[in-house]
């Protein structure tokens, strides 16, 4: 077991290499593959020098994990540079340069929905590689770059697989990430009578029934198709929210952990087989899959996870899987280097790790407390040992703790096989026999609204996500509470019984009863704030609910400290003071209010209640409810700038703050840019700005 998590040095250098290098300029990358190869180097050189007596030609440790360590790095970086030679070739950055082309894509990922467009319509947002691209002379030039690609609502129907061409507008991205381009797609896929893979159509067809059978059933009765396929799109937005603040999001996605409980089931069925036919069986499933959800980037890192568990059946060692663990994602990251910089990527190695190594030991210890129901222990600690070694990544992502996430998924864990299968069953049925789908669902509601009651429980629950620092702080102190509870065991074994039930029983009353809640909440809150905000950020999107307030600092990464844009207020009552109080904002310069609906507005009065306001734009339309607003405004002190509003069928590209006197202390005006640079301020006149 020691000599294979010393395989760890070289997958954590293989996996920071592949975070670095893709975001590294070539001179960057240089100087990666050769750090590679120093270290390649003195390994080789520490491992080869002579010693004494019989031991004189021995490798001895840490030379083996040096040279693995500098070839991985080495990997990695030749990976990065040979494929950057045919992601990003001249013609294509010629084309996004130009700002708009012809493209053929193949469809890579289902679509999901998006943010309307400009003029309200509904839009879609999936994963696609460009084949084809109109050179500047016309002609079309073959090459294959990864994009991403916002459509309008009629390529909801394209399938993975399928070919389609378009006239888009381009925009660049940042370099390091997958997509090399926005791809902004105004019109309906031209398919030109193509069409997709007969499997891939398959799997296409699948989904849409069970999202079809599902859709007559209760709202919580949505999460069948994401437990299943991972189709969340039908979930109410409140239950998707209530699941994420108790770190039940992941039973939505095809993540590793979803992946272990499906190959799970498998292999349970399998009984007591020979292990040969169980890995067949496995692998049958795993690719079942793969089609049926679709070859998504997310659904081939997980089943590249549940290959690893596969392989750790057929080695029955726990320390032979550490090292298929370790070898597939070596693997992964120098075939896709920009894998590795994936949140998914590192949510799927750290449950999977979780799993391989803590979940058996889970199960024996749990299994003696659960009496005659220890048939659910292995149910329970798998979920328990993924979201204990998912728990520094969750950290890092994203500062917070979801404070009842174990005790949510323990209480989810019993039913979420059963909905699985009855989920993927009622899939496999849908097209031939379409009342034992609606059956099977039927059968899985009472696990639907039980996780629903779990969820929304104990997300109104007090503190049901705690603050906590951002960055190496965070998981400082995470490191220092483990270890504090690692030394405390001994003690925790004689009390931690009566601790955890005194502990649930407050929880209980806190979630069943609302006075309760209430009271515990607000005495909770005043001693630990609910809001933890990175110290630097450049954006921030308060999170109030319906409506919209967005934060925009004026000094790149530098906060709020030395003053924000504020582009609308939210609703009514909905945070907005706190999370402007968790970002230290004291000083809007400038607060843009995009129209009169109260979720735009509604906050106005807390905004004012904690900054100071320098200036305000209100669109110049003929809205009788911005009336109070702008008295509101003027009460308070703040100047009102009315900006026109484009009168053309084509929507503005961006919004520029422009001087529009050179008088000291004279306003500033949110001016409409166009496609030609020509801006309309509110004064009527008209004057060139930088366009995009």
């Known amino acids: 077991m020691r000599t294979d998590l010393r395989l760890a040095g070289p997958v954590l250098v293989a996996w920071a290499a592949g975070v670095a290098a893709p975001s590294a300029s070539l001179l960057g990358r240089a100087l990666l593959l050769g750090v590679g190869l120093a270290v390649a180097g003195l390994g080789v050189r520490w491992g080869t020098r002579r010693g004494r007596g019989a031991h004189r030609a021995r490798w001895s440790h840490p030379a083996p994990v040096l040279v693995l360590a500098g070839l991985a790095a080495c990997a990695v970086v030749v990976s990065?540079?040979?494929?950057?030679?045919?992601?990003?070739?001249?013609?294509?950055?010629?084309?996004?340069?130009?700002?708009?082309?012809?493209?053929?894509?193949?469809?890579?990922?289902?679509?999901?929905?998006?943010?309307?467009?400009?003029?309200?319509?509904?839009?879609?947002?999936?994963?696609?590689?460009?084949?084809?691209?109109?050179?500047?002379?016309?002609?079309?030039?073959?090459?294959?770059?990864?994009?991403?690609?916002?459509?309008?609502?009629?390529?909801?129907?394209?399938?993975?697989?399928?070919?389609?061409?378009?006239?888009?507008?381009?925009?660049?991205?940042?370099?390091?990430?997958?997509?090399?381009?926005?791809?902004?797609?105004?019109?309906?896929?031209?398919?030109?009578?193509?069409?997709?893979?007969?499997?891939?159509?398959?799997?296409?067809?699948?989904?849409?029934?069970?999202?079809?059978?599902?859709?007559?059933?209760?709202?919580?009765?949505?999460?069948?198709?994401?437990?299943?396929?991972?189709?969340?799109?039908?979930?109410?937005a409140a239950l998707a929210d209530a699941m994420r603040a108790t770190s039940l999001g992941h039973l939505l996605a095809v993540s590793g952990a979803h992946v272990a409980i499906v190959l799970g089931l498998a292999l349970a069925l399998a009984g007591s087989a020979r292990t040969a036919l169980r890995i067949v069986v496995g692998a049958a499933v795993l690719a079942g899959l793969?089609?049926?959800?679709?070859?998504?980037?997310?659904?081939?890192?997980?089943?590249?996870?549940?290959?690893?568990?596969?392989?750790?059946?057929?080695?029955?060692?726990?320390?032979?899987?550490?090292?298929?663990?370790?070898?597939?994602?070596?693997?992964?990251?120098?075939?896709?280097?920009?894998?590795?910089?994936?949140?998914?990527?590192?949510?799927?190695?750290?449950?999977?790790?979780?799993?391989?190594?803590?979940?058996?030991?889970?199960?024996?210890?749990?299994?003696?407390?659960?009496?005659?129901?220890?048939?659910?222990?292995?149910?329970?600690?798998?979920?328990?040992?993924?979201?204990?070694?998912?728990?520094?990544?969750?950290?890092?992502?994203?500062?917070?703790?979801?404070?009842?996430?174990?005790?949510?998924?323990?209480?989810?864990?019993?039913?979420?096989?059963?909905?699985?299968?009855?989920?993927?069953?009622?899939?496999?049925?849908?097209?031939?026999?379409?009342?034992?789908?609606?059956?099977?669902?039927?059968?899985a509601t009472p696990g639907t609204w039980w996780i629903d009651q779990v969820a929304t429980r104990l997300a109104g629950a007090p503190l049901a996500r705690l603050p906590w620092p951002a960055g190496w702080r965070g998981l400082v102190l995470a490191a220092g509470i483990a270890a504090s509870a690692w030394w405390a065991r001994d003690w925790w074994r004689r009390h931690g019984a009566a601790l955890v039930a005194i502990a649930l029983c407050c929880l209980l009353a806190a979630a069943l009863s609302p006075p309760t809640r209430d009271a515990v909440g607000a005495a909770a809150r005043s001693a630990w704030p609910e809001v933890s905000i990175p110290e630097r950020w450049d954006v921030l999107a308060c999170d109030i609910g319906q409506g919209t307030a967005v934060l925009v600092s004026l000094t790149p990464g530098g906060g709020g400290a030395s003053g924000v844009v504020v582009l609308d207020v939210g609703p009514p009552e909905a945070g907005l003071g706190s999370c402007l109080q968790a970002a230290d904002v004291r000083r809007v310069a400038a607060l843009v209010l995009s129209h009169a609906d109260l979720d735009h507005v509604g906050g106005l009065e807390e905004l004012l209640a904690v900054t100071t306001v320098e200036r305000a734009y209100l669109p110049a339309v003929a809205d009788e409810r911005l009336g109070p607003v702008r008295d509101t405004l003027i009460e308070a002190g703040v100047p009102v700038v009315d900006v026109l509003v484009p009168d053309g069928t084509a929507a503005p590209s961006r919004i520029d703050l422009v001087e529009h006197s050179a008088e000291p202390g004279a306003a500033s005006l949110a001016c409409s840019g166009r496609r030609s640079g020509l801006s309309s301020c509110a004064d009527g006149s008209r004057r060139r700005t930088p366009t995009a």
């Open 80 to 236: 990065v540079l040979a494929q950057d030679a045919v992601r990003r070739p001249r013609v294509w950055l010629e084309a996004i340069e130009a700002g708009r082309s012809r493209v053929e894509l193949r469809i890579d990922s289902g679509p999901r929905s998006a943010s309307p467009g400009p003029g309200g319509g509904a839009r879609v947002s999936f994963a696609a590689t460009v084949l084809e691209v109109a050179a500047l002379g016309g002609q079309e030039v073959t090459i294959r770059s990864p994009v991403r690609v916002i459509a309008p609502g009629e390529w909801r129907d394209v399938v993975p697989g399928q070919r389609a061409s378009t006239i888009a507008a381009l925009r660049p991205t940042p370099t390091g990430e997958r997509a090399t381009a926005l791809v902004i797609a105004s019109g309906p896929p031209e398919t030109d009578g193509a069409r997709p893979p007969p499997l891939l159509k398959l799997a296409a067809g699948v989904r849409a029934d069970l999202r079809a059978a599902a859709a007559p059933l209760p709202g919580h009765a949505q999460l069948l198709p994401g437990i299943a396929v991972g189709d969340d799109d039908a979930v109410p």
């Open 290 to 443: 793969v089609l049926l959800v679709g070859p998504e980037p997310s659904v081939v890192r997980a089943t590249g996870m549940g290959v690893v568990l596969l392989v750790a059946q057929a080695l029955g060692r726990r320390g032979q899987a550490v090292a298929a663990l370790g070898s597939a994602v070596v693997v992964l990251v120098v075939v896709d280097p920009w894998i590795a910089g994936s949140l998914g990527f590192a949510l799927s190695v750290s449950a999977t790790a979780g799993i391989v190594l803590a979940s058996r030991p889970l199960g024996v210890a749990i299994a003696p407390r659960l009496g005659r129901a220890a048939v659910l222990a292995p149910a329970i600690a798998v979920p328990l040992a993924a979201q204990r070694a998912c728990l520094p990544v969750l950290l890092l992502a994203d500062p917070g703790l979801a404070l009842y996430g174990v005790p949510a998924n323990a209480l989810v864990a019993p039913v979420v096989p059963g909905i699985t299968l009855l989920g993927l069953g009622a899939a496999t049925l849908g097209g031939v026999w379409p009342e034992a789908a609606s059956a099977l669902l039927w059968a």
